[in-house]
């Protein structure tokens, strides 16, 4: 549910209390098969570059946005003892490298998770509305395998994404794969 200024999830069926990475990787499995889906949707060529170009900036917004916050209210909010300053003997370029370890790790975990929704997607029983609604089957499976395959990429490598970017230029890379079924 969205408003101007409000965002609200509920998904009561899936409610559980996990890794960070799993929101986000939710977030960014159902952005990278919105976005591989386009070409399916076209009624001419080219006329979802627009939009496509705009899912990418969502993903790095996302990211960046999230990472920045996460980084403030760390450093400003500190309630409770875990990874305070005390901890890095008050070493302030320690406790940034620990940062940046703790967001890779949370960066790593949410490509993994993005991965495994996409297969699940796919081949599970919550089939992806961007891929049903398109019409032409042959289109459609095309558009699927893109994103099977790129699902099973982030699956295994998960820690080869280093970071917003690489992700973003690896849906470029498997939107332009041609596949001849």
Same mark, same amino acid.
């Given at each position: 549910?969205?408003?101007?200024? +409000?965002?609200?999830?509920?998904?009561? !069926?899936?409610?559980? $209390?996990?890794?960070?990475? @799993?929101?986000?990787?939710?977030? %960014? #499995?159902?952005?990278?098969?919105?976005?591989?889906?386009?070409?399916?949707?076209?009624?001419?060529?080219?006329?979802?570059?627009?939009?496509?170009?705009?899912?990418?900036?969502?993903?790095?917004?996302?990211?960046?946005?999230?990472?920045?916050?996460?980084?403030?209210?760390?450093?400003?909010?500190?309630?409770?003892?875990?990874?305070?300053?005390?901890?890095?003997?008050? +070493?302030?370029?320690?406790?940034?490298? !620990?940062?940046?370890? $703790?967001?890779?790790?949370? @960066?790593?975990?949410?490509?993994? %998770? #993005?991965?495994?929704?996409?297969?699940?997607?796919?081949?599970?029983?919550?089939?992806?509305?961007?891929?049903?609604?398109?019409?032409?089957?042959?289109?459609?499976?095309?558009?699927?395998?893109?994103?099977?395959?790129?699902?099973?990429?982030?699956?295994?490598?998960?820690?080869?994404?280093?970071?917003?970017?690489?992700?973003?230029?690896?849906?470029?890379?498997?939107?332009?794969?041609?596949?001849?079924?």
């Amino acid at each position: 549910m969205c408003t101007e200024t +409000d965002t609200k999830v509920i998904d009561p !069926e899936f409610a559980f $209390y996990g890794p960070m990475g @799993f929101d986000l990787g939710a977030l %960014f #499995a159902n952005l990278a098969m919105n976005y591989l889906s386009q070409d399916g949707h076209e009624k001419l060529k080219g006329d979802r570059l627009d939009y496509k170009e705009w899912i990418l900036q969502t993903i790095d917004e996302t990211w960046n946005k999230f990472e920045s916050k996460f980084i403030d209210l760390w450093k400003n909010n500190q309630n409770g003892d875990a990874y305070t300053i005390n901890f890095f003997e008050n +070493d302030e370029e320690k406790f940034l490298i !620990e940062q940046k370890k $703790y967001l890779s790790n949370i @960066f790593n975990d949410s490509i993994g %998770f #993005a991965g495994a929704k996409i297969i699940r997607r796919i081949f599970g029983f919550a089939h992806n509305i961007d891929f049903d609604w398109i019409e032409d089957d042959k289109k459609r499976a095309v558009c699927e395998l893109k994103s099977a395959k790129l699902g099973i990429e982030m699956i295994l490598n998960s820690k080869s994404f280093a970071n917003i970017e690489a992700l973003t230029s690896r849906l470029k890379i498997f939107d332009k794969h041609e596949i001849d079924l």
